[in-house]
């Protein structure tokens, strides 16, 4: 059987790089522009790209010194992307931890529509106190109870967009008849965490649905994955932690139910392009030139939870880092950091 290699562009400001922005030719301002993104989105479909995909969270990440902050919405942007491109997917990550059902299923319909059936949804859980209190919550919600609103979030939606039947729309001129309200089905949802109980207000979309990806790698984003993604979103730093990985969420997604062809795992990488290895090292050391050692630092100390100035970069990581059960955000990301650390020796 022959299979495909899908090719996904993660659009992340100026680059992943922790120093693109200082580059000559980096505009430290092409986060917020939308000529940045349409010609990013339309030279990853000219490279016939499967898709692009944009990050979000809902909270001004502290210290900017350290890398352009602040982001256009997602759903917004890749609406203008949708009027610029032509067949490539656009896949906007939304939370189901500070967003309701109704209205996102909505953005979610209408960006399929506008798109001619192009959008995916990243869905993600969103920790951290301060995106929390950005929602009136004095501390955020539990990493299980996070997934168990996700899934009832995700429940929900699918009912949403399935609320309309396909023929649902008749537009019987002769007869002077728009619809069928036998077609409609509101989902009358009551839950744990939601209660819905009209249908959509915009009808069926191109795919029905979007396509539904998510990037969780923890013990509960992979049941979530199994259960509801049709793409995952991975990083794996050795070939053997790769293949274990794609052999778990193939078999979580078997036990889900489902068939595991349904579900295409996406490993992450940086690529750093030259015309020769060469240039591509040479293109790379520059990079590495203009980081300020001290902002990479503090970004480590972030993701490890660890307080300001504690990493000596001579020494060994210290040996009383939180637990990855104790890790409510990222968990994933920490544990991949600090097995990369303790293997190499860094």
Known sequence: MTRRLHLNAFLMNTGHHEASWRLPESDPYAHVSLAHYVELARTAERGTFDS????????????????????????????????????????????????????LARKFASLDIVSG????????????????????????PAHAERYARAAEFVDVALKLWDSWEDDAILADKAAGVWGDDSRIHPPRHRGT??????????????????LLVQAGSSADGKVFAARYAEAVFTAQQTL???????????????????????????????????????????AEQVLEDHIVHTHGVRRLEDLLRLEPGTLDLDGPLPDDLPPESAIEGARSRYTLIVELARRESL
């Open 193 to 210: 965490y939601f209660s819905v109980e009209g249908a959509l207000n915009v009808p069926r979309t191109p795919q029905g649905y979007p």
């Open 240 to 282: 053997e932690d790769a293949r274990s990985f794609y052999a778990d969420i193939k078999s979580r997604t078997r036990l889900a139910g489902r068939d595991p062809e349904h579900l295409k795992v996406l490993p992450g990488i940086v690529p750093v392009i030259g015309s020769t290895e060469a240039e591509a090292r040479a």
């Open 117 to 140: 059936g192009r959008a995916g949804w990243n869905i993600v859980t969103t920790a951290g106190a301060e995106a929390a209190r950005n929602f009136g919550l004095d501390a955020e």
């Open 52 to 103: 692009l995909f944009l990050a979000d969270g809902p909270q001004l990440w502290n210290n900017l010194a350290q890398r352009p902050a602040g982001a256009l919405e997602p759903l917004t942007l890749l609406t203008a992307l949708a009027t610029a491109t032509e067949h490539i997917g656009l896949i906007a990550t939304a939370s189901t931890s500070y967003n309701s059902p109704y209205n």
